[in-house]
């Protein structure tokens, strides 16, 4: 890779889009690329300056390529797929179906977030505690302390202006988890029906764009739920789907063990919490 096209991403391990843009990156071929890890649940270092000077909006994933600066997944895929339309992930003849398929999957981007968080904190009273830990507490303190400088207060205050509107104590209601796991059905129904009659991708005759965003779906339903949700076609995509050497690279994380956010989890028992 030519020093001027060096690709740098800043990605958290969980983080749903993280593992887009990762397996976007794999998956056009990039290996070269480096890969920093953002912790987004226990240290919050989407809140620490040096994160903010690259990604006002505190978000992760974010993807250096050369002097570019692109701070959304979606936007990720469709500006490598443009870069690098050697790798075929958006064939023309398919464009379409990609994008409605794509779409799809990010119209229903907050429910797949409260469909994470919500069975996460149902699980323990412990778990909550450290979910709520970082998103809260320490994002607070460290917002705070953002607010307090010159450079990045403007960004610190719309970030606080966003956070006010969350509510998380709503997250382990039963009717709301019941509500967005019938949206992400909706979701694996829609793979479903692609996958009839023996077709081996979310999309068209070969591997695209959709599949990175469906294997990142199928991974967090398999993180939450194994594959209870999976029907015999989604279970056999998706064994498709983790043959391919961009699952390793990209560290897919479909189980709780595999997660940097697990280890976090212990230290945060340890530590007495
Ligand atoms: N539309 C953005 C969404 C980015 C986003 O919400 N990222 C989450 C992780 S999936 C995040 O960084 N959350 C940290 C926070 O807001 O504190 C994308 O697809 O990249």
């Keep these: 890779m030519s020093t001027a096209n060096r690709i740098t991403t800043y990605t958290a391990d969980v983080s749903i889009c993280s593992q887009i843009c990762r397996l976007a990156v794999q998956e056009h071929g990039l290996s070269d690329a480096e890969d920093v890890s953002v912790d987004i649940e226990y240290a919050m270092e989407n809140y620490d300056p040096w994160f903010v000077r690259i990604q006002p909006s505190m978000t992760v994933p974010v993807m250096r390529y050369g002097d570019a600066t692109i701070g959304d997944s979606k936007d990720i895929l469709f500006f490598l797929a443009d870069k690098h339309p050697e790798a075929g992930l958006y064939p023309a003849d398919a464009r379409a179906a990609i994008d409605v398929f794509i779409n799809g999957f990010y119209d229903s981007f907050m429910a797949i977030g409260v469909f994470t968080f919500g069975n996460l ?68 129904d829609t793979l479903d029906a692609n996958l009839a009659d023996g077709r081996e991708f979310a999309v068209g005759s070969s591997y695209t764009l959709a599949d990175i965003v469906a294997t990142a779906l199928l991974a967090r339903v398999h993180f939450i739920k194994a594959d209870s949700l999976f029907t015999p076609r989604l279970a056999a995509y998706w064994q498709g789907m983790q043959a391919r050497p961009s699952f390793l690279s990209a560290n897919v994380c479909d189980t709780w063990e595999k997660t940097l956010m697990a280890k976090q989890y212990e230290t945060f028992l340890a530590d007495g919490a």
């Excluded at 970030?159 to 709301?176: A, C, G, H, T, Y």
């Excluded at 019941?178 to 992400?184: F, H, L, R, S």
């Design 121 to 188: 904190v149902s699980k323990s009273d412990s778990l909550k505690r450290f979910i709520l830990q970082g998103k809260t507490d320490v994002t607070l303190a460290k917002l705070e302390a953002l607010s307090r400088d010159p450079e990045l207060a403007e960004a610190a205050h719309a970030k606080l202006e966003q956070i006010k509107l969350r509510d998380f104590s709503l997250l382990d209601n039963p009717q709301l988890l019941a509500n967005v796991e019938t949206q992400i059905q909706v979701l694996l």
